[in-house]
């Protein structure tokens, strides 16, 4: 053991991005990335940016993302919190918000970065297991806590909590804060963004990685009472000041205001996923009912694992969890429809192939 | 105050940015940007990067970025760590490596994101007084303690350590970690970074937002024993997988390849120094002499607050501080001739103005 480290390091056990693949000739359905590209104006507003100005510091406030952030969501500009994308976001809401003497609740099946945070911070945590179905029900959380904090669509299920039950969960519980983490939101979702004007307690996190196409521009953002926002800016700027570079800031507005891509793109996606989970139905596959960019989905007669192993020999990758209650399950992105007819044919012939052996 | 707030966040006194002005016609001369605009292949690279594939995830190893740095620096991929700026390489360097029983030291006159994070981690630390002529004395380090930080030059008063005190303090300090603060390095010093491979709790941090005129792209890193990496790594993976966006890599790797651009640039700001150095003494400033891109200068007939308040009302900016035994200094960034002869003659009329009077 190094002597130098802190106490805390040696305990801490760090997240596991999905991989990030050197070759690009795989079909990458690992990282629930977007696969269209970002707006054209996104592109074209960074073009404009790119002058001798980045040797200036960027607006530390971010101010005119939050004001695009503002009108796409309808809030005041003291509502929103802006971050190096929403993993920033949420490890500062954590820190800020999440940090008491009672435990926080969170699903047993979730964001694996959630008890990442906690061992950063020292807070204590109960997990809550979802129902057989992989649902959340609101009761389970009817009990006294530190905070609650979930995605919604649930990562890594896909599986979407209404609108009405989240404001039955608000309503019970009013003495500590709900984090509803939307990364999904917008692929079948409303967002819980209408709810924050009516209950204090609430902060909503999104982020422009999935819907925008934009995971490699790092934006993500909270909404919620402007008390609320200020917690998480006070522990920002005992961090770091400048957290969004010039060019994020510029990109961040254009991609907020082309509406019109944005619709395009997520139709596309949510077309997909329909016709994907059809098709993996007709292959044998369970398939959770998804509002996310992504399915998660088991089949009867194979290893999830195996399956995993045989597609990455086929240059397709998916995401696989070794955790207890869905090991044997496959987190597969929607991608392209190209991409996803290459993943319907080797599973076909996978799934075929077995069946016949 | 906020019920929802954790107990943590009511007592942090956050970070105050010097000001990022909106008005382009001001001589900005107070946050240390570099007055020249980035290399011309760093706009290149950058163009290079701006396509369809910001849809997906950076490498969050930023792998490229370290072997360009490793191969400045002569250190190995593992020596290296990047980050959001070298604020956000610094917060996980207090948390993974100054975090001890002990509390940590460092200046009274320094830079002031040093007791904030003291604050955010909850990290005791005792400020050891500067000289009466602003310099460090090696002797006031050598008492127990849970490390030790400086910024070489110091911030805000330009002031070098030589590499031979450097020396002389790692070696009578063997049992916890050194952090060398380098951002201003390039302005007049020779990096710690040469002595990593002989100390293993040394940790040198720099920045491309001074030097390398990127204070936009938000970039900085750290060199040091790979056991010290490493902790900042672990720290660095449980709070966000991808602090550098593919913008901030590519422009980055561009940047520490031009080398003529480089040196040129820092050239050009060391000989405007050492002509505003002369210039401000012969209006009867005191200049404390200066290896960064900033002079830290004090008049004896003349008020800080008052002289800062009357370059502004010429849409001239500098730095002052409200602290003590700095109260009656201006720190003034070094910008290009046109900007410092600009605020050499404001200065002019108000000190003849005053004497004259």
Chains 1, 2 share one sequence.
């Not at 101010?63 to 994308?85: D, H, M, P, S």
Request: proline share 7%; with cysteine.
């Amino acid at each position: 053991m190094n002597p130098y480290w802190s106490p805390l390091v040696q305990e801490l056990k760090p997240y596991v991005p999905g991989e990030q693949p050197k070759l690009s000739s795989l079909v990458k359905l690992n990282t629930n990335e977007n696969p269209y590209p970002p707006s054209p104006k996104v592109l074209e507003a960074l073009r404009h940016e790119l002058n001798g100005s980045l040797r200036l510091y960027p607006d530390p406030n971010a101010e005119q993302l939050k004001l695009a952030i503002g009108r796409y969501l309808n809030v005041r500009t003291e509502q929103v919190f802006v971050g190096n994308g929403s993993d920033e976001v949420l490890a500062h809401a954590f820190l800020a918000l999440l940090k008491h003497e009672q435990p926080i609740l969170f699903p047993d099946i979730t964001y694996s970065f959630y008890p990442v945070y906690c061992g950063l911070y020292g807070i204590a945590y109960n997990s809550i297991p979802l129902t057989d179905s992989f649902d959340i029900r609101i009761e389970d959380y009817a009990r006294p806590n530190g905070g609650i904090v979930f995605p919604n669509p649930n990562a890594p299920t896909g599986r979407l909590l209404l609108q009405t039950d989240i404001e039955r969960l608000l309503n019970g519980n009013r003495d500590s804060v709900v984090i509803v983490d939307e990364a999904y939101i917008d692929f079948g979702g409303e967002s819980a963004a209408a709810l924050v004007n009516r209950f204090p307690n609430l902060l909503v996190v999104q982020t422009l990685s999935k819907s925008r196409s934009l995971a490699g521009l790092r934006i993500g953002f909270a909404i919620g009472d402007a008390g609320l926002i200020e917690a998480l800016e006070r522990v920002k700027g005992s961090f770091n000041s400048y957290p969004l570079d010039r060019l994020a800031i510029a990109g961040g507005v254009a991609a907020l205001e082309d509406r019109d891509h944005f619709e395009w793109s997520r139709q596309a996606i949510m077309w997909t996923r329909n016709w994907v989970t059809q098709a993996l139905a007709d292959l044998g596959f369970e398939v959770l009912p998804s509002a996310a960019n992504f399915v998660f989905a088991r089949h009867p007669a194979h290893d999830a694992g195996e399956l995993a192993a045989a597609l990455r020999e086929r240059h397709i990758i998916v995401r696989h969890f070794r955790l207890p209650r869905i090991e044997q399950f496959l987190r597969i992105t929607i991608g392209t429809e190209e991409d996803c007819q290459a993943l319907l044919d080797a599973l076909n012939a996978l799934v075929a192939g077995k069946a016949a052996a």
